[in-house]
């Protein structure tokens, strides 16, 4: 079946850095992966539609200065976390569709904490 | 109105019981609904997904759609334990958007 590699799963860094997350579809390519930010017991909220080739669509709110994506090929979108501050602490996920599968198949999520 | 919204819950059940979960749905996400089960700390996993009215069964799960009254539902029968996780209710429009509800958290009771 699908599968959708997120790397790393955990990450904490000091509060000013950058901290970027990689998003890689393994046997399938994805012209469109989906970036996703769950809080603690909160829902997953789409943060930002990334398109391979072209300009990510950011969700209204969502600060495209701040998290940067880029989907450069095929198989991989990275996100990237600038000038991290503690509120972006968070669980962060990536999904992708594979055309055969059914539904969208999600990475194992980003825990970055930001001290 | 949020275009998927679901109750929080907890729902408790006991094991061997049927598990109920519901999700209500705005015009924005009409096409395509998904199931996802959560566990705590991990990302979601994919459990059915249906785009018709009427029942899609699959083993213990039942996922039930009626666009008349924007709603679906996921059954699950002879809970178990291991069931105990969030459920996540999803749905899109063309595969454009995919949105999530809030998740209900659900307690299988040994």
């Known amino acids: 079946g699908a599968v959708v590699s997120q790397h790393p799963s955990r990450v904490i860094c000091k509060s000013g850095t950058s901290v970027k997350i990689e998003c890689r579809s393994l046997d399938f390519q994805a012209t469109t992966m989906f970036w996703y930010r769950q809080f603690p017991k909160q829902s997953l909220m789409l943060m930002a539609t990334?398109?391979?080739?072209?300009?990510?669509?950011?969700e209204q709110g969502v600060e495209k200065d701040k998290f940067l994506i880029n989907h450069a090929s095929l198989t991989l979108s990275t996100l990237t976390v600038t000038s991290a501050h503690p509120e972006d602490s968070s669980f962060y996920i990536c999904?992708?569709?594979?055309?055969?599968?059914?539904?969208?198949?999600f990475g194992s999520g980003t825990r970055l904490t930001v001290v | 109105q949020k275009e998927v919204e679901q109750n929080s819950g907890p729902l408790s059940v006991p094991e061997g019981a049927i598990a109920s979960l519901n999700c209500t749905y705005s015009?924005?996400?009409?096409?395509?609904f998904f199931w996802y089960r959560q566990y705590s700390g991990k990302s979601p996993e994919l459990i059915m997904s249906i785009y018709s009215n009427g029942d899609k069964e699959d083993g213990r799960f039942t996922a039930q759609l009626n666009k008349a009254s924007q709603y679906v539902s996921l059954l699950i029968r002879d809970s178990q334990p291991s069931d105990s996780a969030t459920y996540l209710c999803a749905g899109s429009y063309n595969f454009n958007k995919f949105y999530f509800g809030s998740g209900t958290k659900l307690n299988v009771k040994p």
């Open positions: 990334s398109n391979e080739g072209s300009k990510a669509t950011y």
């Open positions: 015009d924005r996400v009409s096409q395509s």
């Open positions: 999904s992708a569709r594979d055309g055969r599968a059914d539904g969208y198949t």
